[in-house]
C-alpha cells in the first residue's frame, strides 16, 4: 500500500488543521490518563491492560446509552463502501471531516458528551473543565477539536484523528502519511464502520504482554489498511509500532522481531525518501512454516 497523496496540517489553526487526504493506505484508545502523560517508562506491566480491550483495541469510549444524538450522514458518502480511486477517495475523506454529526459521533467515542457544534466540554487531553469545543474551519468547512487548555501550543487545534492519537501516546500532530489510516482507525471506534476480518497465524506460548499488545494492534492495523485497499502489503516499522500501539522503542523492536519470525513475511521493497528503501510486509499463510531467524 503507498503512502501517497496526504496533505499535512501542520498550521496551528482551525482554518489550516485539515485531513484532506488521499491514499491507497489507510487508520483503541484508552483515556488520556495521568500515567499516559507522565515521563515514566511505559512497561509491559503497566499497558497490559489495553491488551483486554475489547473488539481488537477498538473500545468505544461513549459506552453510555445516551440517545440524544446519533449520527446522520450525508448519504452519499457510504461509509461501508469507500471510493476504489484515489481521487474519488479524496474527497470522501473530505465529506467525512467536514460532515457534523459525523464528527459529533466520533469526538463523542473520545469521550465527549456533547450534541452539536460549539459546546464546550472537558479537555479530552488535559481533563480541563469546558477547555474544549468542536469547530469548523472557515476556510477548510472541516470539523476540528479545539482545546484552550493547550493555547499557544501547537496542539490548540487537532484534527479528529489526531486527538485519538493523542489520548493514546501524548499531545501531537500526525505525520502526513499517518492521517488516513488514524481516521479510518476513529470511524470504527466510533462504530461508523466495520473493519473486515483478520485472521494471523498465532503468537508462539510465552509472548510478552507487549508483544500480544502490539500483535493485536497488527490485527487492527491490516483492518484500517484492507478496509481501503484489500490484500495490499504494508510497511511496518518499530517506531510506528510505538505511536500505534504505546509501547516502549525497544518492546516495539523486540514485538517487531517475534512478529516477523512466526506472523509476517517480507513481500516487497519500495523506494523512499531515506536511504534505504522500505519493505513491505503481508500475513504469512497459516500453513507455511516459522522462519526461526
Avoid at 29 to 34: L, P, T
Avoid at 121 to 149: C, I, M, Q, W
Avoid at 208 to 220: C, E, F, K, W
Wanted: glycine letters at 4%; hydrophobic letters at 35%; one cysteine or more.
Amino acid at each position: 500500500m503507498n503512502k501517497t497523496d496526504l496533505i499535512s496540517t501542520e498550521l496551528n489553526s482551525p482554518e489550516c488543521v485539515s485531513t484532506q487526504a488521499a491514499s491507497t493506505d489507510l487508520t483503541t484508545a484508552e483515556a488520556f490518563s495521568a500515567e499516559a502523560r507522565s515521563t515514566e517508562p511505559r512497561t509491559a506491566e503497566n499497558r497490559s491492560s489495553k491488551a483486554q480491550t475489547t473488539d481488537r483495541f477498538v473500545a468505544n469510549a461513549d459506552s453510555s446509552t445516551d440517545t440524544r444524538f446519533s449520527a446522520s450522514p450525508v448519504p452519499d458518502l457510504q461509509l461501508d463502501n469507500p471510493p476504489p480511486d484515489v481521487a474519488s477517495r479524496r474527497s470522501w475523506f473530505r465529506l467525512i471531516a467536514a460532515d457534523v454529526p459525523l464528527s459529533v459521533t466520533q469526538c463523542r467515542s473520545l469521550g465527549a458528551s456533547i450534541s452539536g457544534l460549539d459546546e464546550k466540554f472537558p479537555s479530552l487531553l488535559t481533563a480541563e473543565e469546558d477547555a474544549a469545543n468542536l469547530e469548523k474551519g472557515k476556510r477548510t468547512g472541516e470539523v476540528v477539536y479545539h482545546d484552550r487548555s493547550l493555547a499557544g501550543t501547537r496542539y490548540e487545534y487537532l484534527t479528529l484523528p489526531e486527538v485519538l492519537a493523542s489520548q493514546i501516546t501524548k499531545p501531537r500532530k500526525l505525520k502526513p502519511n499517518q492521517l488516513v489510516e488514524w481516521r479510518i482507525r476513529l470511524l470504527a471506534k466510533a462504530d461508523l464502520i466495520t473493519l473486515p476480518p483478520i485472521s494471523l497465524r498465532p503468537l508462539p506460548e510465552g509472548a510478552t504482554p507487549a508483544t500480544t499488545l502490539v500483535y493485536q494492534g497488527l490485527v487492527l492495523l491490516l483492518g484500517c489498511r484492507w478496509f481501503l485497499a484489500p490484500g495490499e502489503p504494508i510497511p511496518y516499522s518499530a517506531s510506528f509500532i510505538v505511536e500505534w500501539c504505546d509501547v516502549t522503542p525497544w518492546q516495539a523492536v523486540s514485538a517487531r522481531e517475534c512478529l516477523m519470525r512466526h506472523v509476517l513475511d517480507p513481500v516487497e521493497t519500495r523506494p523512499s525518501r531515506f536511504p534505504r528503501p522500505t519493505q513491505f510486509f503481508l500475513p504469512r499463510p497459516a500453513d507455511t512454516e516459522a522462519n526461526e531467524r
